[in-house]
Each structure stands twice: as C-alpha cells, then as structure tokens.
T-cell receptor, first 120, second 114 residues
Framework: NAGVMQNPRHLVRRRGQEARLRCSPV?????VYWYRQLPEEGLKFMVY????????ESGMPKERFSAEFPKEGPSILRIQQVVRGDSAAYFC??????????????????FGPGTRLTVL | KQEVTQIPAALSVPEGENLVLNCSFT??????LQWFRQDPGKGLTSLLL?????REQTSGRLNASLDKSSGRSTLYIAASQPGDSATYLC?????????????FGAGTRLAVHP
C-alpha cells in the first residue's frame, strides 16, 4: 500500500517561471491538503481539496498560486511567475474519505516526502 | 485564532535519558492532535494521533498525553537513542465543515548524543 507520493522531490526554477508540484494521495483517499514550510519556519496550511473541488484555500496566496485535484490523476499545486520568496518545501497530505464527526482514525493525515522548490 | 507553541525549541541530551517535549495550544476546541517527526530535508512521519476524546496514546518508547482543558500535550520519549535525533512537530486539528485542518508548532529540535 503505497503512501503519499510527491514529485518532483526537488525543483529549481528561475524567477518568472512556472512551478508545478504533483501529489498522489494514498490509494482510496479523496481528501488532499497542501502545506508550505518556509526556511526555518513551521508548516502552514495552504489549501484543502476533495475530488474536483476546492474546499478551503484560505492559506493560499491570492495571486499566482492555484491548486486542483481532478477526478483522475494527481493533485497539482501550480505557482506562476515564481519569486525567490516562494522557495520552500511544499508538503502534501491525504486522509481517508470520511473523517467523521465522532472522531476516529479516518482523520489522520499522512504526509508525502515533500517537494523542495528553489527559485534562483 | 489557534496558535501552537512548542517548548523547548531545541534540546540536547545524552543517550539513555528520558525526556519530555511540550506543546501548548490556545483554543481548546480541537478535533485531534498529532505528533510528527521530521528528519533534515525529509518529510513528516506521523508518530502518534490523539483524538479529542482521548487522554493519551502510546507507541513503543513514545507516549503522548493530551489535556484539552489546559491546552497542553506532552510527548514522552523513554530511553532516548541517537536515532531519535530529529525535529518533533506538534499539530492540532480543528474540525470544520467536514475536514481537519492542521495547525503546526515550530517544532523541537532534538539531538541525542552517544
């Protein structure tokens, strides 16, 4: 049972280019979360998606950033016109399809290895 | 607004010591709390998950407790080993609208020396 997969693991872009980060959740998980870890800082929530829907993007910068989780294929975090301040580790997490109100293991988030973006 | 604080920020101990890492949060209305381990340049490994209705969880040499009313959690590591050296992250989950958004602390960097 493969865990969360992210690719690429390392990505180098020049200022102004586009960065596309991919996340394949654990098989059977339909909830995907993206977090960003800036150098020497903690992880910060960016966006939460279910299949074909963005549920909460309150942590995502208003411009240049977008995310999707299509019916088929991985979730994509896209950063347009990257700047040096976008250099960070981007982590994806997934959880099972039914978190449940009563609590239980379904709400545990499993993290991928991250994509380390460097903007030159 | 939920804020998560971890103390100490860094810890260096000799091998074999028992140690306690602390995590505090400002809003007690949490859904769950997770402790993670992060090795340098690596991803996050989930260590323990405590649901809001639980008081503690144990896995091997690790024990995590949760006191919602006081907004605190502790991670106890027994008989520490050099392989335990890593950054330990505490994250609280706030259930909202059918999902669980994690708020992370800044972490405790642990070094266990032989």
């Amino acid at each position: 049972n493969a865990g969360v997969m992210q690719n690429p693991r390392h990505l180098v872009r020049r200022r102004g280019q586009e960065a596309r980060l991919r996340c394949s959740p654990v098989k059977g998980h339909s909830h995907v979360y993206w977090y960003r870890q800036l150098p020497e800082e903690g992880l910060k929530f960016m966006v939460y998606l279910q299949k074909e829907n963005i549920i909460d993007e309150s942590g995502m910068p208003k411009e240049r950033f977008s995310a999707e989780f299509p019916k088929e294929g991985p979730s994509i975090l896209r950063i347009q016109q990257v700047v040096r301040g976008d250099s960070a580790a981007y982590f994806c997490a997934s959880s099972p399809s039914s978190p449940g109100l009563a609590g239980g293991p379904d709400n545990e988030q499993f993290f991928g290895p991250g994509t380390r973006l460097t903007v030159l | 607004k939920q804020e998560v604080t971890q103390i100490p920020a860094a810890l260096s101990v000799p091998e074999g010591e028992n140690l306690v890492l602390n995590c505090s949060f400002t809003d007690s209305a949490i859904y769950n709390l997770q402790w993670f381990r992060q090795d340098p340049g690596k991803g996050l490994t989930s260590l323990l998950l405590i649901q809001s209705s639980q008081r503690e969880q144990t896995s091997g040499r690790l024990n995590a407790s949760l006191d919602k009313s006081s907004g605190r959690s502790t991670l106890y590591i027994a008989a520490s080993q050099p392989g335990d050296s890593a950054t330990y992250l505490c994250a609280v989950g706030g259930f909202s609208g059918g999902y669980n958004k994690l708020i992370f602390g800044a972490g405790t960097r642990l070094a266990v020396h032989p």
